[in-house]
T-cell receptor, first 114, second 111 residues
Framework: DGGITQSPKYLFRKEGQNVTLSCEQN?????MYWYRQDPGQGLRLIYY???????QKGDIAEGYSVSREKKESFPLTVTSAQKNPTAFYLC?????????????FGPGTRLLVL | AQTVTQSQPEMSVQEAETVTLSCTYD???????LFWYKQPPSRQMILVIR??????QNATENRFSVNFQKAAKSFSLKISDSQLGDTAMYFC????????FGKGTRLHILP
């Protein structure tokens, strides 16, 4: 089965703690994305990567970091600098970064602050 | 700056009726794509339909079709013969050199 997996489904963060959200895809896609979704809001782009070992900041990158060491993996770290991390996080991928390519989404991770 | 506006926060229609969700956008680019995504209660984002800006013909996918008015920068989604499974949040998205999502319309299909 080809697709995008995200883990965990729910994640709890304590004050001052860094947490990492996993995103894996077996679609052989070059481009991967991280979005944040808040209640009553659309998706906002955090980071994206068009190729291995390269990534760019999106609209709300502050307090987040990413890596792209493997084509199939694009983990997102929510650092302690992110003061309001409670949200639903969605990972997506596309064949490449061209405008016409459809993004396919994972099932999401809900992050809650204790 | 690019913007996407969905003016209907919430809508309800009876099963089998036709419903239209509105979306307006703004971009200075000539080459762009528009998308409608569906997010059911499971929260999985699913592509419903997409439109290339350079194509005049409106995109259609089974019961879903769009009314793309490029000059007016309008991109509405029509759902025909609505079904209970269409109940979801619907997001309009614009992609030029970046991707912007609207805030969504929550659609309820009533039995």
């Amino acid at each position: 089965d080809g697709g995008i997996t995200q883990s965990p489904k729910y994640l709890f963060r304590k004050e001052g703690q860094n947490v990492t959200l996993s995103c894996e895809q077996n679609l052989n896609h070059d481009a991967m994305y991280w979005y944040r979704q808040d209640p009553g809001q659309g998706l906002r782009l955090i980071y994206y990567s068009q190729i291995v070992n390269d990534f760019q900041k999106g609209d709300i990158a502050e307090g987040y970091s990413v890596s792209r060491e493997k084509k199939e993996s694009f983990p997102l770290t929510v650092t302690s600098a992110q003061k309001n991390p409670t949200a639903f996080y969605l990972c997506a991928s596309s064949i490449d970064g061209r405008l016409k390519e459809t993004q396919y989404f994972g099932p999401g991770t809900r992050l809650l602050v204790l | 700056a690019q913007t996407v506006t969905q003016s209907q926060p919430e809508m309800s229609v009876q099963e089998a009726e036709t419903v239209t969700l509105s979306c307006t956008y703004d971009t200075s680019e000539n080459n762009y794509y528009l998308f409608w995504y569906k997010q059911p209660p499971s929260r999985q984002m699913i592509l419903v339909i997409r439109q290339e800006a350079y194509k005049q013909q409106n995109a259609t996918e089974n019961r879903f079709s769009v009314n793309f008015q490029k000059a007016a920068k309008s991109f509405s989604l029509k759902i025909s013969d609505s079904q209970l499974g269409d109940t979801a949040m619907y997001f309009c998205a614009l992609r030029d050199d970046k991707i912007i999502f609207g805030k969504g319309t929550r659609l309820h299909i009533l039995p």
